[in-house]
């Protein structure tokens, strides 16, 4: 071959791969709308399927996101906080389908379908370079977002649930345990009802406090049948919280017939949470 075809093979190469830089890089520009337009407080149900499968739904409620499937409970609140902005990430590039085969970026099998109140965001392959994953809308386009996306999607339903046993900034009225009522005298001091000895002004306060920061170790179902001591927690917007204190070798087991959860805490953290003799 001689030289000049040879420059000349080179030269028309060149310009191909130029051209496509060119194409990508008009993408690039042009793609610097969210993945999904949408305000993240507007959503209202969320799920991720796997291999077919569903994998987990979330819905919001009037008390705030629910875990419905795998497992049902309160959802995290600062966990689903982190996660619905990820819904509007930054598009970094973007292909009409009509110029692209789905297929092209592993779109054929995808290996996570998240929908969005009906919308759905199929994630294919991984773009290596710039660690971003493809991702197609629907029947419209694909696009090409950050991979933190599918990372965060990608988890199993159990990682959302509230471990706390109250609800995130809930303010305590009154918590009733077998024999004793903590409340607030007039003074506004918190004090147990009938006092137990050796408990101190600072030990009514510790209890509450302990109360409102506790969050299990554990979590597992509870079909609302068993028999323990009762405890009710009262709270000032008017809601209630009601547990078992079940026997467990672990250690404590507070079941909640209102979440449908059973939170489990080292054996250590009992005195932290029952007065004396409220744990049988």
């Not at 370079?129 to 988890?155: A, M």
């Not at 199993?156 to 046993?165: I, K, T």
């Not at 597992?220 to 209630?240: I, N, Y």
């Amino acid at each position: 071959m001689q030289t000049r075809t040879r420059l000349n093979i080179a030269l028309v190469g060149g310009l191909v791969v130029i051209g496509l830089l060119f194409w990508l890089a008009g993408r690039e520009q042009a793609g610097q709308a969210p993945l999904l337009d949408r305000d993240p407080s507007a959503v209202s149900q969320v799920s991720v399927e796997a291999e077919g499968e569903l994998r987990w739904r979330m819905a919001r409620r009037d008390e705030g996101w629910w875990l419905e499937e795998p497992e049902s409970g309160p959802a995290d609140r600062e966990r689903v906080g982190q996660l619905l902005p990820l819904l509007r990430a930054p598009v970094h590039a973007r292909y009409p389908l009509e110029e692209v085969e789905p297929a092209q970026f592993g779109l054929d099998e995808p290996v996570l379908v998240i929908q969005v109140d009906g919308e759905r965001l199929a994630v294919g392959d991984g773009e290596p370079v710039n660690r971003r994953r493809y991702v197609q809308r629907g029947n419209d386009d694909i696009v090409l977002v950050d991979e933190i996306v599918y990372f965060q999607f990608d988890r199993p339903g159990r990682e959302f649930l509230d471990h706390r046993l109250l609800p995130a900034g809930a303010a305590v009225e009154a918590i009733t345990f077998s024999g004793h009522e903590l409340t607030r005298d007039d003074e506004g001091r918190w004090r147990l009802e009938p006092m137990p000895e050796a408990y101190q002004a600072e030990d009514n306060e510790r209890l509450i406090e302990n109360w409102q920061a506790a969050r299990a170790r554990k979590l597992s179902g509870f079909d609302g049948e068993a028999d323990g001591a009762a405890v009710a927690v009262r709270l000032v917007d008017g809601r209630e919280r009601r547990f078992l204190v079940l026997e467990d070798e672990e250690g404590l087991v507070l079941a909640s017939p209102n979440t449908g959860l059973r939170y489990r805490f080292p054996a250590r953290e009992a005195d932290a949470l029952l007065p004396p003799g409220n744990d049988d």
